[in-house]
C-alpha cells in the first residue's frame, strides 16, 4: 500500500512498471456530493472532470482482458430534494476518455443503511431512504475474462426440490417463452447471481474495529462492504492475478484480494486511514516481509507493515 495522491502514483516510476499488468481495477472513489466530506472528495463539475481526467491514467495498467470497476454513489442538490446528476456525468466522462466499454451495470443494496437524505426523509417524510450505489463494470475489450462459476449462490429450497423430483411444469409461458423438460434439472452447484447484490455493512467488531480501537487510529467513514470486492474479485479475476485500488480508503480491496489469493496493490493519499488499514491485515502481518520505501521524487510513500 502506498501513501500519497493517485495522481502523483501516476505520475511515478512505479506506475509505469505496472503498465498492462493489472487484471482488475476495482475501486470506491469519494462520491460526486455537493458537500464536502471529511474524507476528502471534490464537490459539483470539478468532480466530473477531476474522475473523467483518471480514465486514459488507468487504462494503461490494464491488460488487454482486464476490467475496472467502479462503485459510485448518488447525489443530491444542496439544500433540495432534488437528485443530482454528476455520478451519471462523472462516469460517462470517464468512460468516454478512458475509451471502455459498458460490461454491465450493477446495483450494490444496503438493508441496513441509515435513512438518508435525513431532512427529506425523516424531518419532512418526501422522500424514502436512498440505499444503494450503483457499481459500472467497464472494460477495454469486448470480452474481459469473467467466469460467474465463481460467484454462484446456493440454491434456494425450491431449486434444491426441483432437482430432487426431477420434475416441473415445462412448456410455453405467458411471456411465450417455451421452457423444454430439461432445461431446469441439471445442478450445475449454485444459481448464477443477478446483477443486483445486497450486502449489508454494519459491523463494529471485526478485526479492523478491534484494531483502530486498539491502537488509537482514525477509522475510515465510509467503509465499503468487503463481500462487494471478493465478489467482483473473484467474477474477473484468477488466483495469483493482481488487483489495484486506487483510492484504496481502508484497503478494503487489498483485504479481499489477499483473502481470495491474490496479489494486490493500493493508493491512499490520508495517512491516519493508511494506518487503519493495518488492522485489515492483523492475521497476515507475521507473514510480511516488507521493508518500506520511498518513491523518490513522487510524493508517494510505500507503508511499511510492521509486526
Given at each position: 500500500?502506498?501513501?500519497?495522491?493517485?495522481?502523483?502514483?501516476?505520475?511515478?516510476?512505479?506506475a509505469?512498471?505496472?503498465?498492462g499488468?493489472?487484471?482488475?481495477?476495482?475501486?470506491s472513489?469519494?462520491?460526486?456530493?455537493?458537500?464536502?466530506?471529511?474524507?476528502?472528495?471534490l464537490?459539483?463539475?470539478?468532480?466530473?472532470k477531476?474522475?473523467?481526467?483518471?480514465?486514459?491514467?488507468?487504462?494503461?495498467?490494464?491488460?488487454?482482458n482486464?476490467?475496472?470497476?467502479?462503485?459510485?454513489?448518488?447525489?443530491?442538490?444542496?439544500?433540495?430534494?432534488?437528485?443530482s446528476?454528476?455520478?451519471l456525468?462523472?462516469?460517462?466522462g470517464?468512460?468516454?476518455?478512458g475509451?471502455?466499454?459498458?460490461?454491465?451495470?450493477?446495483?450494490?443494496?444496503?438493508?441496513?443503511?441509515?435513512?438518508?437524505?435525513?431532512?427529506?426523509v425523516?424531518v419532512?417524510r418526501?422522500?424514502?431512504?436512498?440505499?444503494?450505489?450503483?457499481?459500472?463494470?467497464?472494460?477495454p475489450?469486448?470480452?474481459?475474462?469473467?467466469?460467474?462459476?465463481?460467484?454462484?449462490?446456493?440454491?434456494?429450497?425450491?431449486?434444491?426440490?426441483?432437482?430432487?423430483?426431477?420434475?416441473?411444469?415445462?412448456?410455453?409461458?405467458?411471456s411465450e417463452?417455451k421452457?423444454?423438460?430439461t432445461?431446469?434439472?441439471?445442478?450445475?452447484k449454485?444459481?448464477?447471481?443477478?446483477?443486483?447484490?445486497?450486502?449489508?455493512?454494519?459491523?463494529?467488531?471485526?478485526?479492523?474495529?478491534?484494531?483502530?480501537?486498539?491502537?488509537?487510529?482514525?477509522?475510515?467513514?465510509?467503509?465499503?462492504?468487503?463481500?462487494l470486492?471478493?465478489f467482483?474479485?473473484?467474477?474477473?479475476?484468477?488466483?495469483?492475478?493482481?488487483v489495484?485500488?486506487?483510492?484504496?480508503?481502508?484497503?478494503?480491496?487489498?483485504?479481499?484480494?489477499?483473502n481470495?489469493?491474490?496479489?494486490?496493490?493500493?493508493?491512499?493519499?490520508?495517512?491516519?486511514y493508511?494506518?487503519?488499514s493495518?488492522?485489515?491485515?492483523?492475521?497476515?502481518?507475521?507473514?510480511?516481509?516488507?521493508?518500506?520505501?520511498?518513491?523518490?521524487?513522487?510524493?508517494?510513500?510505500?507503508?511499511?507493515?510492521?509486526s
Amino acid at each position: 500500500m502506498y501513501q500519497g495522491s493517485t495522481e502523483e502514483f501516476l505520475r511515478s516510476p512505479l506506475a509505469k512498471k505496472y503498465e498492462g499488468k493489472v487484471k482488475l481495477i476495482f475501486t470506491s472513489p469519494p462520491f460526486p456530493l455537493n458537500r464536502k466530506k471529511a474524507y476528502g472528495n471534490l464537490v459539483g463539475t470539478k468532480y466530473v472532470k477531476w474522475l473523467a481526467d483518471f480514465g486514459p491514467k488507468l487504462r494503461k495498467l490494464l491488460k488487454p482482458n482486464g476490467s475496472i470497476v467502479l462503485e459510485l454513489g448518488n447525489a443530491w442538490e444542496q439544500g433540495k430534494p432534488v437528485m443530482s446528476t454528476l455520478a451519471l456525468e462523472a462516469l460517462l466522462g470517464f468512460r468516454k476518455k478512458g475509451k471502455f466499454l459498458l460490461a454491465q451495470q450493477f446495483v450494490c443494496h444496503n438493508p441496513a443503511r441509515l435513512p438518508s437524505p435525513a431532512q427529506w426523509v425523516n424531518v419532512e417524510r418526501i422522500r424514502v431512504k436512498d440505499a444503494y450505489t450503483h457499481v459500472w463494470w467497464m472494460s477495454p475489450s469486448e470480452r474481459p475474462y469473467a467466469n460467474n462459476r465463481n460467484v454462484l449462490r446456493p440454491y434456494s429450497e425450491s431449486m434444491l426440490q426441483l432437482l430432487k423430483t426431477q420434475r416441473y411444469n415445462a412448456g410455453r409461458r405467458p411471456s411465450e417463452h417455451k421452457i423444454g423438460a430439461t432445461s431446469f434439472l441439471k445442478n450445475n452447484k449454485g444459481a448464477i447471481p443477478s446483477n443486483v447484490l445486497t450486502f449489508s455493512n454494519t459491523t463494529n467488531s471485526d478485526a479492523y474495529h478491534l484494531y483502530c480501537r486498539e491502537h488509537g487510529v482514525k477509522l475510515h467513514p465510509a467503509r465499503m462492504p468487503i463481500g462487494l470486492a471478493e465478489f467482483f474479485i473473484s467474477f474477473l479475476t484468477h488466483p495469483g492475478d493482481l488487483v489495484f485500488d486506487p483510492f484504496a480508503g481502508s484497503n478494503t480491496t487489498g483485504a479481499a484480494a489477499q483473502n481470495l489469493k491474490r496479489r494486490w496493490l493500493s493508493v491512499e493519499a490520508n495517512r491516519d486511514y493508511v494506518d487503519s488499514s493495518r488492522g485489515r491485515f492483523v492475521r497476515q502481518k507475521a507473514k510480511s516481509n516488507d521493508s518500506g520505501r520511498v518513491l523518490q521524487g513522487s510524493g508517494v510513500r510505500r507503508q511499511r507493515r510492521r509486526s
